[in-house]
């Protein structure tokens, strides 16, 4: 694992963009793969800032997405989707038809899981950009005895009602389950990138990273992967 630490947001959002932007360079139609939270604003801040200055182009590129609440719109504004468009798609010259989003609203929850399975298996991603749950979820994929390999179906960990509750007027509203791309979507890709912040991700982040190999920290699987990198700022290595 290769972890870097940063003392500044700034220098961290930049370092992230900088490691989308040298694929682009490298591979313009290279498969993203790309996550939600407030971890990321920034990085998709400062990729936005990439495009305007022309220093990279998504127009060949595809992007996959980790996961959805199931039950909401794509319209409203609580949505996985409504958050990366406002966030990075309205912004930059990425094709419609090359989004990959999953459908919190299908009729059938799991046949649209299997779908964006297939999609993801044509198209293997060459990046994956994670955040870190406070609980050691990797996407929606939550602590537990066995953990899913595909995309599927799951029922919210009350740590994770509460943790998102932030978004919503009340954790009433916080929908209970959702999609999510599975241990085995994530690990296929070829690079795994996880951004974590704050003091209170220091204690999960030296689990995932330092502690035993346990489905209970999902995270933690991730150190059976031959090309992560992790960066974080002082407070949230500040255990390691
Ligand atoms: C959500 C998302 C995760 C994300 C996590 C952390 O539950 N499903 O993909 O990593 O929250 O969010 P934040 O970056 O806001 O701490």
Do not use: W
């Not at 929908?175 to 979507?185: C, D, L, V």
């Amino acid at each position: 694992m290769n972890i870097k630490t940063f003392a500044t947001q700034q220098e961290l959002d930049n370092h992230a963009a900088q490691i989308f932007a040298n694929l682009l360079q490298s591979k313009p139609n290279a498969v993203l793969g790309l996550a939600t939270g407030s971890t990321p604003i920034g990085l998709y801040n400062a990729l936005v800032q990439l495009y305007k200055n022309n220093e990279v182009s998504f127009k060949q590129a595809y992007t996959f997405n980790l996961d959805e609440y199931i039950g909401i719109t794509p319209d409203n504004p609580q949505s996985y989707s409504y958050f990366m468009h406002e966030q990075l798609f309205n912004h930059i010259d990425l094709p419609a038809e090359h989004i990959h989003l999953l459908d919190g609203t299908a009729s059938d929850a799991k046949e649209e899981c299997q779908r964006f399975e297939e999609k993801l298996t044509e198209k293997p991603l060459d990046i994956q950009l994670l955040g870190l749950g406070h609980n050691g979820h990797i996407a929606f994929n939550e602590p537990a005895e066995a953990l899913s390999a595909k995309t599927h179906i799951v029922k919210l960990d009350e740590k994770t009602l509460q943790a998102n509750a932030r978004f919503f007027a009340s954790i009433d509203e916080v929908p209970k389950h959702a999609m999510t791309m599975g241990i085995a979507s994530i690990m296929k890709a070829k690079h795994i990138l996880m951004l974590v912040r704050g003091a209170d991700k220091a204690a999960i982040v030296k689990q995932a990273l330092q502690g035993p190999i346990t489905t209970q920290v999902p995270a933690s699987l991730l150190q059976l992967h031959a090309n992560v990198t992790v960066l974080l700022d002082e407070e949230a290595g500040r255990m390691l």
